[in-house]
């Protein structure tokens, strides 16, 4: 395919054929989506803090810990947080400190679109109705 919105391709190795690569876009899409669950995120916002283990994220996320490893296996895979054995229980924490700042720019984002809505509501409770 040729063109920027296709996917590119390349050799593939033992005679496999093509090996089709994603486009930067679609990985970070894919990326984001990971991101769009609370449960995920607040994980994630923990982490930032320091390292947990499973018992103490289900504790503070508040679900179980069965549920919560599913989630936990989904940051795993997509390499945004890494866990270590420490006796029978497992701790885990960021995979890289980039992960934390993300979280810190999606806040100051939001903190930023939030205030300027805050301030079209103020705008349009203080506008005189109509034929007042």
């Known amino acids: 395919m040729s063109g920027s919105m296709g996917a590119r391709h390349m050799t593939g190795s033992a005679g496999r054929g093509p090996v089709v690569r994603a486009p930067l876009y679609q990985r970070k899409a894919e990326f984001f989506r990971t991101l769009g669950h609370p449960a995920r995120i607040r994980v994630l ?60 720019v999606a806040r100051r984002i939001l903190t930023e679109v939030l205030a300027g809505q805050a301030d079209l509501l103020q705008d349009l409770r203080g506008e005189t109705p109509p034929g007042a």
């Open 45 to 104: 916002e923990l982490l930032s803090v320091r390292e947990h283990a499973v018992a103490e994220l289900a504790r503070e996320v508040g679900m179980e810990p069965a549920q919560l490893s599913q989630h936990l296996a989904v940051l795993r895979r997509v390499g945004l947080v890494v866990g270590r054995r420490e006796g029978t229980s497992v701790r885990y924490a960021l995979a890289d400190p980039q992960v934390a700042e993300l979280l810190a």
